[in-house]
């Protein structure tokens, strides 16, 4: 019915930049709210940014000024751009989306299968 696909991870050292995208496919009537998560080796998922349907923007401590959620609407796709990498950010990122179906307008949550951000000091 829906799927969401992650893609951008990578190897990337300190310092340095990627950008996640969580695209949305299938039956969709509307997205509201959508979150990136994040599990390192051994850790507890935790919740790195969250973007409203209005676009109002929340993110962790640990991210606030370096990591920048975005949506597209139009494309069914969400961002996250991420600046300043440390190799504390290293784990599999997975985005987690509310979804309205076209064949009922109930909103369900899907995830992604996730994409790995590994940076080296």
């Known amino acids: 019915q829906v799927q969401l696909v992650e893609s951008g991870g990578g190897l990337v050292q300190a310092g340095g930049s990627l950008k996640l995208s969580c695209a949305a496919s299938?039956?969709?009537?509307?997205?509201?709210?959508v979150d990136w998560y994040r599990q390192a080796p051994g850790k507890r998922r935790e919740l790195v940014a969250s973007?409203?349907?209005?676009?109002?923007?929340i993110y962790a401590d640990s991210v606030k000024g370096r990591f920048t959620i975005s949506r597209d609407n139009a494309k069914n796709t969400v961002y996250l751009q991420m600046n300043s990498l440390k190799p504390e950010d290293t784990a599999v990122y997975y985005c987690?989306?509310?979804?309205?179906?076209?064949?009922?307008?109930?909103?369900?949550?899907?995830w992604g299968q996730g994409t790995q951000v590994t940076v080296s000091s």
């Open positions: 987690n989306a509310q979804v309205a179906l076209a064949s009922n307008n109930r909103y369900y949550s899907y």
């Open positions: 973007i409203t349907s209005g676009g109002r923007e």
């Open positions: 299938g039956s969709i009537f509307s997205i509201n709210a």
